[in-house]
């Protein structure tokens, strides 16, 4: 995410409080079913176990702290008995969160206690249900990429952990070895495919008019720049070498990896409530994602037909064409959202981070260039202001000891989500029409994505079966973009993919309630910037905080125990 400024945040801007955690096993003090502990703990004890479980969790990362752009390779032991030893302190903290005397603090505190606690039950998930040093090859080759990104000549502090992690690869391609058992095919095919192929869409990858072809091709792409430091020539050789170990290994083993890939649906089920904090079930999801890809696209046949006399929006073709294109759209939104009283712009929100830089692919343009090329105002609204960047920077300059730290997915994407429709219905593309029929399509990608997820968890459909579908139903769906998609939703804790449309959903109950409460009272800039300035909780708890309603946190106050696990 986006850094921010340093300057302390400005008192509209500073959150409340919220929430920790309940055990998985027998409550450390008595408690009412429904209702919020009354242990000994105070809220200040609270906050030290919530740093403490999080230096706990970046010490031994598992849930998907490891992105293949990351310079970072983990040696971590996740033998069984490490893993046990790691189970046994997260048990702990559930029980020290379960003894705390949360019935006598105020409903912010409340909700952050709620909030940690959800991230408490989803490492412990993570542990004893998903266990991706286990099941997933990927877990490893996403480390291996990222090391090859490093800009040649280096030296000092950069040359040494360069030169670390380049000797840790062969050490992390036997631990990959030793640790693999209970592999899907699914995660094994993505792992062979992501050694040897580009994935076409590159976040976060160092731009190359052909891309190297998978993590191997950035290996020689490394090794081809070695002219400019022979002194790594030798570890890169090495650690590629390493690598092509490990892809022989893959393909041999290749055909006895025939486990589920995903959790199965009482697991799903049990994540959703205790870790997504959402009150639903995932088939209670599947409808709301069925309805939502039937109503954008009867709302797409409208546009469509209402626009039909207008000219096609055209691609930009050069990179001057396209960053201007994005500096004019990121003025009119800023213009817009002062103009119009939507959200308050803090000062220290300057420059933003954009999503998509121009590239001319050999194949041609992907799902996300092929709207973003046309006209950036779909991806500036979900990610930059006042979506991701601009939320990231508000959170960056939050200074409450718990919720500047904790980010749910399913409201930082339902947000971005809410955004992108709201700003058709706030009026900003009435001189731009044909850009609500990209709107349309962003929102029909994030429809189709809820029962993809949904199929991928409860292992109803494989991972080919859930790109052949969203491709169906969404224009312009690349392979690749979906095939990445999906693998992020399939391999990241469980929810993430459904996470753009029930968020805006969930946002869209939020703001009804909120106006139905207020009536003529209600002012959108206030309502906006009121839900900013709580951080990035669980929608469930903000709609708690914002409008009294614990109609959902009610069932949330007791910690369920695991369905399965070890």
Request: no cysteine.
């Amino acid at each position: 995410m986006l850094g921010g400024g340093t300057m302390t945040m400005p008192a509209k801007w500073v959150a409340p409080i919220v929430a920790l955690l309940l055990p998985m096993t027998a409550l450390a003090a008595p408690q009412t079913a429904g209702a919020p502990p009354a242990g000994s703990g105070s809220y200040e004890q609270l906050v030290t176990l919530f740093d403490e479980f999080r230096r706990f969790k970046g010490q031994t990362p598992i849930v998907g702290e490891l992105g293949d752009a990351e310079v970072q390779v983990s040696l971590d032991d996740y033998s069984a008995a490490s893993v046990e030893k790691r189970r046994a302190q997260m048990a702990q903290y559930l029980s020290r969160a379960a003894d705390m005397n949360v019935a006598s603090w105020p409903r912010d505190r409340q909700a952050d206690w709620l909030a940690v606690r959800a991230k408490l039950a989803e490492h412990d998930f993570m542990l004893r249900v998903s266990k991706p040093w286990e099941r997933d090859p990927g877990f490893y080759v996403d480390q291996m990429m990222g090391i090859t990104f490093v800009n040649l000549p280096l030296s000092g502090d950069a040359l040494a952990a360069t030169r670390r992690n380049l000797r840790a690869i062969p050490i992390l391609v036997e631990a990959a070895k030793r640790n693999l058992r209970n592999v899907p095919g699914d995660f094994a095919d993505l792992a062979l495919h992501n050694l040897s192929n580009a994935d076409g869409v590159g976040h976060g990858h160092p731009y190359r008019p052909v891309p190297p072809a998978g993590v191997i091709g950035w290996y020689d792409d490394l090794l081809g720049r070695a002219s400019q430091q022979p002194a790594l020539r030798a570890d890169i050789q090495k650690a590629r070498a390493a690598v092509l170990d490990f892809q022989a290994w893959l393909k041999t083993n290749r055909a006895s990896m025939t486990a589920p890939a995903g959790v199965g649906e009482a697991n799903f089920d049990w994540y959703l409530k205790n870790a997504k904090l959402l009150d639903f079930t995932a088939a209670e999801l599947a409808v709301i994602g069925d309805r939502e890809t039937q109503r954008l696209w009867a709302m797409h046949a409208l546009e469509k037909h209402r626009n039909r006399k207008l000219p096609e929006l055209q691609p930009a073709l050069t990179a001057e064409d396209y960053n201007a294109r994005v500096a004019e759209t990121d003025r009119r939104i800023r213009k817009f959202l002062v103009d119009e009283d939507i959200i308050t712009i803090p000062p220290y929100i300057n420059k933003l981070k954009t999503n998509v830089p121009f590239i001319e692919r050999p194949g041609g343009r992907n799902f996300w260039e092929e709207i973003q090329y046309r006209d950036p105002s779909p991806d500036h609204w979900h990610a930059v202001i006042p979506g991701h960047s601009f939320d990231g920077v508000v959170e960056d300059n939050n200074r409450h000891p718990i919720r500047r730290y904790i980010t749910d997915g399913v409201r930082a994407e339902g947000w971005g989500v809410y955004l992108e429709e709201g700003a058709q219905r706030l009026g900003y593309f009435e001189d731009i029409p044909r850009v609500r029929e990209l709107i349309d399509l962003f929102g029909i990608f994030r429809a189709v994505r809820v029962n993809g997820d949904i199929d991928l968890q409860l292992n109803r459909a494989s991972l080919d079966q859930v790109v052949a579908r969203w491709r169906e139903w969404t224009p312009w769906l690349d392979a690749d973009v979906a095939r990445v998609d999906a693998e992020i939703y399939l391999r990241r804790p469980p929810g993430y993919g459904l996470g753009y449309t029930i968020g805006m959903t969930e946002m869209h109950k939020l703001l009804a309630e909120r106006k139905h409460q207020l009536g003529d009272k209600f002012v959108l800039k206030a309502f906006h910037d009121d839900f900013m300035a709580r951080g990035r909780l669980p929608l469930s708890l903000l709609r708690w905080e914002i409008t009294g309603k614990d109609d959902e946190v009610r069932k949330f106050w007791t910690l369920d125990p695991l369905p399965a696990g070890e």
